[in-house]
Each structure stands twice: as C-alpha cells, then as structure tokens.
C-alpha cells in the first residue's frame, strides 16, 4: 500500500473521530488511539475492533461464505487497509500476523480505554469485555489526541458479577485466566451454553450487556478460541 504523505497537522483535527466514521459501515469501530515509545520514530495508533453492528455488515462479505479457515482474520486484511488508505493511515498492524505479536494488550492499555478487569481480561468503556480488536492503524509523526480520558467502569460497577460468573471459576480475581480448565469445560455437555451464548463472565459484565453483541458473533469467537 502506498505511504501517506500527509503531515501530522492535516491529519490531527478530530483524528478517532475520522477513523471512527470511515469504519462504522463496515461494522467497526475506533477504539482508542496512542503514541509509540518515545525512543521510536514518532507514530501515532488508532486501535480498530468490532463494534456491535458488526456481525451482520460481516455475514454479506465473501469469507463468510467461503469457507476457508480464518474468515474473520481474512476480512479484516481486505477491510482495513482500505480504511487506512481513506483516513491518511501509513499502514496497518494486525493482532493475529505473527510471531512475533504485536503487543496490542499494551497498546490497548496505553489508549487509556481498556483496562484490566477484576477477571484479569480486559475491558473497554464501550464494549465492557466483549473487545474484538481488528488491527491497528499505524500514522506517521505523533498526532494530537484527546487529552480527556474515560474511567475504569469497573471502578464504578456495583455488583461486579464478572467476579463470580463463570461457572468453572476459570476466570476470578484470585488468578490468572485458567486457560485449560475453560477449553476443558467447553467440551462438556455443561459448557454447550457458553459455546452457544458466549462466555458467562464476558456476559455477566453490565457494559458487555450494553453493547449488546449478537450471540451468532459470540459462538463464533468461542469456536475460534477453543479450536474448532
């Protein structure tokens, strides 16, 4: 893809806004935006994830008929490229192109609208733990963002119900996200309600129930996730 060759200045005026409207219609949303390292050539990214209208814009592309593996990955390397090239982006890094990964946990906390949940799994102040996130556009020189960040909505949440929720308890503050137990229970008679409805901590989670995914995209992340 050929390089921007816009300056920082043209493109800084309501950047996530822009990036945010360019996605929308594709069922995609702008979900934070950072500055690299200091010690790094100066960049500025804009995280893109599902946002709730997502599935049905996905259910009209050709991955989603096509049956070849990955369908999700393969939309997301035909879509955002283009999105990239239409809001002035220099490029684009995916979560799934590795190893090695980019460190988009890291770079989702550097936005200032994720955070670590009670559970461990990250939550976004506007997609609570259903986070989905795409890839990242990647644009040169550092960028004014907004100043203003949201708060943890865990640190306002009442009956923080994430904490208990998963009826394995492979997910709880006591420890990290027990990985093995979860795959494990999915296999079973009793976790055909989480592969199904998608996982009851991510569910549990009253922002999650905000946004409001269909359950049709969560049985599809869950079969990604347990390997089938």
């Known amino acids: 893809m050929k390089r ?10 309501g950047l996530l806004d822009k990036v945010d409207a360019l996605a929308a219609p594709h069922g995609l949303m702008a979900m934070g935006g950072l500055h690299t390292d200091p010690d790094l050539p100066p960049e500025t990214l804009v995280l893109i994830g599902t946002a709730a209208h997502f599935w049905p814009e996905f259910k009209k592309s050709p991955e989603h008929e096509d049956g070849a593996p990955d369908p999700v990955d393969r939309w997301s390397q035909r879509l955002l490229p283009m999105i990239a090239q239409a809001s002035g982006a220099a490029g684009v890094v995916y979560p799934f192109d590795g190893p090695p990964y980019a460190p988009f946990i890291s770079w989702a ?8 949940s009670p559970t461990g799994m990250l939550v976004h102040v506007k997609a609570g733990l259903m986070i989905s996130y795409r890839g990242a556009l990647v644009f040169s020189g550092r960028i004014h963002l907004p100043a203003d960040a949201p708060t943890n ?19 709880s503050p006591n420890h990290f996200y027990d990985v093995p137990v979860c795959k494990s229970f999915l296999a079973t008679t ?10 009851a901590t991510r569910l549990a989670c009253p922002v999650s129930q905000r946004f409001n995914r269909p359950n049709a995209q969560t049985a599809h992340h869950m079969r990604a996730f347990k390997g089938f």
């Open 153 to 171: 909505p865990c640190d306002t949440c009442q009956d923080r119900s994430c904490e208990t929720a998963c009826p394995v308890g492979a997910l």
């Open 190 to 199: 009793a976790g055909r309600d989480c592969m199904s409805n998608g996982c």
């Open 4 to 13: 921007t060759t816009q300056s920082p200045e043209k493109l800084s005026h």
């Open 109 to 116: 906390k550097a936005t200032r609208e994720a955070f670590d």
